[in-house]
T-cell receptor, first 114, second 115 residues
Framework: DQQVKQNSPSLSVQEGRISILNCDYT??????FLWYKKYPAEGPTFLIS?????DKNEDGRFTVFLNKSAKHLSLHIVPSQPGDSAVYFC?????????????FGSGTRLSIRP | DSGVTQTPKHLITATGQRVTLRCSPR?????VYWYQQSLDQGLQFLIQ???????AKGNILERFSAQQFPDLHSELNLSSLELGDSALYFC??????????????FGPGTRLTVL
């Protein structure tokens, strides 16, 4: 039972364009959402997060959008750069004291082409 | 470099054996988390320790156990290994007890191969 789904295993985007990574979730109790980035042979690195009381959070080139009614979130990267090529994991947790129960999606491999 | 270290990087062993994975958290972090990532899967939360005490349990098999020592490093013990236990095992640490807003910093992982 996948509570957090990333339906696109891979995505290829031209350098300078916008990359949009999507994530769907099924559990309406989730109230905190995170994106992690992972390079080969390294552990995941926290990228950006959003609380369910917001619908948008921006940090430099990265913006996360949350649509609670659709149980959908997306990560926008603009402009995309070669160093953005990595696997991106969407994750969710329910409740303030539930960080331990972070549920991860299966990841989307983003490739930025010149 | 996240500041979280894991040893060994790679481990190859046979079915039925027992192995120990080690994790040293970032300086000052009191919580340690263990995750398993099987092929093309997301990270599955296994267990969390906070300041030496078990704090939360996820989908951890009974054949697996963990502990956190007084110096805050942690070990994950996997016994009676099966082929399906082959995976990447990640350790993460955070400052506090596990609030959702507490960023988890991940180590580079240990790749376990069971033959």
């Amino acid at each position: 039972d996948q509570q957090v789904k990333q339906n696109s295993p891979s995505l290829s985007v031209q350098e300078g364009r916008i990359s949009i990574l999507n994530c769907d979730y099924t559990n309406s109790m989730f109230d905190y959402f995170l994106w992690y980035k992972k390079y080969p042979a390294e552990g995941p690195t926290f990228l950006i997060s959003i609380s369910s009381i917001k619908d948008k959070n921006e940090d430099g080139r990265f913006t996360v959008f949350l649509n609670k009614s659709a149980k959908h979130l997306s990560l926008h990267i603009v402009p995309s750069q070669p160093g953005d090529s990595a696997v991106y994991f969407c994750a969710a947790s329910g409740g303030y004291s539930s960080a331990s129960k972070i549920i991860f999606g299966s990841g989307t491999r983003l490739s930025i082409r010149p | 470099d996240s500041g979280v270290t894991q040893t060994p990087k790679h481990l190859i062993t046979a079915t039925g054996q027992r192995v120990t994975l080690r994790c040293s958290p970032r300086s000052g972090d009191l919580s340690v988390y263990w995750y398993q990532q099987s092929l093309d899967q997301g990270l599955q939360f296994l267990i969390q320790y906070y300041n030496g005490e078990e704090r939360a349990k996820g989908n951890i098999l009974e054949r697996f156990s963990a502990q956190q020592f007084p110096d805050l490093h942690s070990e994950l013990n996997l016994s009676s290994l099966e082929l399906g236990d082959s995976a990447l095992y990640f350790c993460a640490s955070s400052v506090r007890a596990g609030e959702a807003t507490d960023t988890q910093y991940f180590g580079p992982g240990t790749r376990l191969t069971v033959l």
